[in-house]
């Protein structure tokens, strides 16, 4: 089985920054892209930014120039620094991974969430 484990929530001002953290872990061979995602009350989730296994990234329009999508191969972990905060960046983030596992084939996987919360 696969586990994707985040963390680095919390509650910020606006204006501040926050790096969230979610580590694959399990019967991984290989993983594809790797993506962050977040869902507010009341709202859809969406997504923000996506990195491929080459590095490319892509970002919502909200938060680009803001947030930055990084990975790290070797340990299976995908990173978000959130930079210049705002309230309306306030939800519950979530990690996924495209995820090849040995002897089969890709499947995405979700993290648990992680609370950020902004305040004005």
């Known amino acids: 089985q696969v586990q994707l484990v985040e963390s680095g929530g919390g509650l910020v001002q606006a204006g501040e920054s926050l790096r969230l953290s979610c580590a694959a872990s399990?019967?991984?061979?290989?993983?594809?892209?790797m993506g962050w995602y977040r869902q507010a009350p009341g709202k859809e989730r969406e997504l923000v930014a996506y990195?491929?296994?080459?590095?490319?990234?892509k970002y919502a329009d909200s938060v680009k120039g803001r947030f930055t999508i990084s990975r790290d191969n070797a340990k299976n972990t995908v990173y978000l620094q959130m930079n210049s905060l705002k309230p309306e960046d306030t939800a519950v983030y979530y990690c996924?991974?495209?995820?090849?596992?040995?002897?089969?084939?890709?499947?995405?996987?979700w993290g648990q969430g992680t609370q950020v919360t902004v305040s004005s």
């Open positions: 990195i491929t296994s080459g590095g490319s990234t």
């Open positions: 399990g019967s991984i061979f290989s993983i594809n892209a």
């Open positions: 996924n991974a495209d995820v090849v596992r040995y002897y089969s084939t890709s499947r995405v996987y």
